[in-house]
């Protein structure tokens, strides 16, 4: 990326180390195929590597055609995202409980933050109904190997922030990337606006 949005914005700010539960923001000026402007929620970060799912990529496909036992408690837009460029044949739950649910009560339910859990997806939808807001299903995830991820911040191409519950059942017209950049410090919320092409502007 651009030394502009690299070592002038990213690489000033305050680091946050990824951890599950935590959002990966695209950089403004980041180009990188299917990850520019992306919101990639973190489910799983350790010495093995760390994983998660794009928020933001929403395919044409309705759960109702792949997977309509979960369609009633999916959030809407009732579609499958994709979650990433590997393994798409896979599906990954992540939902968000509702007030006063302990997910340690469900063992169909791991806690990442907030009201935030990722769901086993041979769980039985219908059981869950009861302790969930809703959820959203991804097709495939990313992936980082032990130390990519931290190279790739050090390069000032990810911002880490936590996530909210409301970004993981983002309406379908939200502009997922952009909200998550105006809640940030300074002068994150002046590069919300940034346009995916920058030859736009």
Not at 26 to 32: I, R
Not at 56 to 64: G, K, L, M, T, Y
Not at 108 to 119: D, E
């Amino acid at each position: 990326m651009s030394e502009l949005f690299g070592d002038r914005l990213f690489n000033a700010l305050e680091r946050t180390d990824p951890a599950p539960g935590m959002l990966l923001v695209a950089a403004p000026g980041l180009v990188a195929g299917e990850f520019t402007r992306s919101v990639v929620f973190v489910i799983e970060h350790g010495e093995t590597g760390t994983f998660g799912v794009n928020l933001v990529a929403r395919s044409e496909v309705s759960v109702d055609e792949v997977m309509p036992e979960w369609l009633a408690i999916t959030a809407k837009p009732k579609a499958l995202y994709i979650g990433g460029p590997l393994s798409r044949d896979t599906v990954l739950c992540v939902g968000v409980t509702k007030n006063g649910i302990d997910p340690a009560g469900n063992p169909q339910l791991t806690r990442c933050a907030n009201r935030i859990v990722y769901v086993n997806g041979a769980a039985d939808p219908a059981e869950l109904a009861t302790d969930v807001d809703g959820v959203r299903l991804f097709a495939g995830y990313a992936e980082w190997a032990p130390g990519q991820l931290d190279e790739e911040i050090a390069r000032g191409d990810w911002f880490v922030a936590p996530a909210l519950p409301g970004d993981i059942l983002a309406p379908g017209p939200a502009d997922l990337w952009s909200d998550v950049m105006r809640r940030q410090p300074t002068p994150l919320p002046a590069f919300a606006t940034f346009p995916v092409d920058p030859r736009d502007n």
